[in-house]
């Protein structure tokens, strides 16, 4: 065995045991904390405004109002200490008959948003899980 190999085999041996026994960060810590949902919140923006097949959805958004409800909502579903302040998703979507294409299309924005924001995949896939769970809540309102 080269010496290499048995370093890192003797790490991770040390590490089976102190490293199971540590917290794991809260998704909001991952996220980079209020800094880091600001950044994402400003890049989602960006590309939903940019993006032709989406943006007239967004086109009489009061921006400074949709930023600081998507910045409480995405603190609040990532175990944050904040309080989310906007109308329930089926509320928040009422009368805008968002279809199936058209919500795919804000993930896929949303995707770019957190590349934009160099969140790593996992985190990514940790915070995409949570926001899943509303779909139901915003196709069709």
């Known amino acids: 065995m080269s010496i290499r190999i048995g370093l890192l085999l003797a790490a991770a041996g040390g590490c089976l045991g102190a490293c199971a026994t540590?917290?794991?960060a809260s998704l909001h810590q991952q996220l980079g904390g209020a800094d880091g949902i600001a950044r994402l919140v400003a890049a989602t923006i960006v590309e939903v405004h940019g993006d032709p097949r989406i943006s007239e959805l967004f086109?009489?958004?009061d921006d400074a109002y949709f930023r600081a409800r998507l910045e409480e909502f995405i603190c609040q579903i990532a175990d944050g200490d904040?309080?989310?302040a906007g109308l329930p998703m089926p509320d928040a979507h009422s009368g805008m008959d968002i279809s199936e294409r058209e919500f795919n299309y804000f993930v896929?924005?949303?995707e770019r948003a957190m590349n934009t924001s160099r969140l790593p995949l996992?985190?990514?896939n940790r915070l995409l899980a949570r926001l899943a769970r509303l779909r139901d809540e915003i196709i069709r309102q």
Request: one cysteine or more; hydrophobic letters at 35%.
């Open 82 to 84: 904040c309080d989310y």
């Open 108 to 110: 896929e924005d949303f």
């Open 22 to 24: 540590l917290p794991q």
């Open 122 to 124: 996992a985190v990514q």
């Open 59 to 61: 086109a009489e958004t």
